[in-house]
């Protein structure tokens, strides 16, 4: 069964049309610092998606862990600047299954490290931006050097942000300014420990931003001993959960509704009276 026919029988949907975006989560378990076995582990996955998906997600550092607590000269043996292994192996899957891929991986520019997010589209065409909010509970701050722009793009008709892991607990950065973003993407390495909070706050940031937001999460035991459960949710602009699961694989699935989203921004339109704010940097 296509899974625009499961999603409108399932989910009750009226309507389909070319506007849509299907959109793919993946909760990877990842081995810390194993770069080759979790690079492994999403060419299988990618064999699994649906072929009518447009966009995968993977969560925040897929292809390492989160490097909690580490020094910066042990987390500099599996930085990679953009041009390197990671990216450039992205780029061949995405081509090949024509699909977006979008995440995050611990990059090295200008001999300094960055938690950086990526947006990988089929055509070949990359865009970056780094993580903003540095996690300094596990002193992220002493490793990586933060970003200052928030990643933007438009792909198929669609306007997408995406933030990275503790992004997610400052809303004025996640804030869509007159509607600037339709669709916003969280990744991350959030622990079983504080997981409520990571699934509160994706419902928070979808209702006052008048949004679609999805939120993939990891799988798997850091080297701290930390346990990531892999809570992975899509939710809609009223605050839904609209998360799907298609067959007995981990993946999920969520169909984002341009018309549905238009309509309710139109005959609600709260963005309208938002405040203005200058956000120093």
Not at 72 to 79: C, L, T, Y
Not at 178 to 189: R, T
Request: glycine residues 6%; contains cysteine; neutral net charge.
């Amino acid at each position: 069964m296509g899974i625009l026919r499961y999603i409108r029988k399932n989910s009750k949907l009226k309507f389909v049309n070319s506007n849509n975006l299907k959109v793919a989560l993946i909760p990877l378990e990842i081995k810390w610092e194993d770069k080759g076995f979790n690079l492994n582990t999403v060419e299988e996955k990618l064999s699994l998606v649906h072929p009518e998906t447009d966009l995968v997600i993977l969560p925040e550092t897929f292809s390492t862990g989160f490097p909690s607590g580490e020094k910066s000269e042990h987390v500099r043996a599996f930085a990679e600047d953009n041009l390197g292994k990671t990216v450039s192996f992205l780029k061949s899957l995405s081509r090949k299954y024509n699909v977006a891929i979008a995440g995050s991986f611990i990059a090295s520019d200008n001999d300094k490290l960055f938690n950086r997010g990526f947006f990988i589209e089929p055509s070949g065409d990359v865009y970056f931006s780094d993580k903003h909010h540095l996690f300094t509970m596990a002193k992220e701050n002493e490793v990586f050097t933060k970003g200052n722009s928030r990643l933007s793009v438009r792909y198929r008709g669609w306007n997408i942000a995406m933030i990275i892991c503790y992004d997610l607990r400052f809303p004025v950065w996640c804030r869509n300014i007159n509607n600037e973003y339709d669709f916003l993407i969280a990744v991350a390495n959030w622990p079983l420990a504080r997981v409520d909070a990571w699934n509160k706050l994706l419902y928070a940031r979808a209702i006052e931003n008048q949004a679609y937001v999805c939120g993939v999460n990891c799988r798997g035991i850091d080297k701290k001993g930390f346990e990531y459960d892999g809570s992975t949710l899509a939710i809609d602009y009223k605050g839904k959960d609209i998360t799907i699961t298609l067959d007995e694989t981990d993946i999920k699935y969520a169909l984002l509704c341009r018309d549905k989203l238009d309509s309710f921004r139109e005959k609600f339109p709260a963005w309208n009276d938002a405040d203005t704010f200058i956000i120093y940097k």
